[in-house]
């Protein structure tokens, strides 16, 4: 079993940037795919990037992708979410997510077990 925390969330204007961290305990978290969703309010849950546990492959969102960088360092047990040039359409709580072990790095939902508590991001015109 795997425990997610977020950190890092804030307010920032647009344009700006911000680096979310997830911190995770377990000790096969190195083999789940792990990744970060967000979700608005009154919107659904959606997908914004996914990174496999040896970090040899990445998948991003359309909407972040050339903005936002996902990355893990396995001998933290951390995964990080870098930012940049943020609208104000990026504005959700943003949660982190684990599959469990498996080589794929799913973009659906359900198919992450493992769930952080998540953490505000607010973007300003």
């Known amino acids: 079993q795997v425990q997610l925390v977020e950190s890092g969330g804030g307010l920032v204007q647009a344009g700006g940037s911000l680096r979310l961290s997830c911190a995770a305990s377990?000790?096969?978290?190195?083999?789940?795919?792990t990744g970060w969703f967000r979700q608005a309010p009154g919107k659904e849950r959606e997908f914004v990037a996914a990174?496999?546990?040896?970090?040899?492959?990445?998948v991003y969102a359309d909407s972040v992708k050339g903005r936002f960088s996902i990355s893990r360092d396995n001998t933290k047990n951390t995964v990080d979410l870098q930012m940049n040039t943020l609208k104000p359409e990026d504005t959700a709580v943003y949660y982190c997510?684990?599959?469990?072990?498996?080589?794929?790095?799913?973009?659906?939902?359900?198919?992450?077990?493992?769930w952080g508590q998540g953490t505000q991001v607010t973007v300003s015109s």
């Open positions: 990174i496999r546990g040896s970090g040899d492959f990445i």
């Open positions: 377990g000790r096969t978290f190195s083999v789940y795919s």
């Open positions: 997510a684990a599959t469990g072990p498996r080589l794929g790095v799913p973009k659906i939902a359900d198919e992450y077990h493992y």
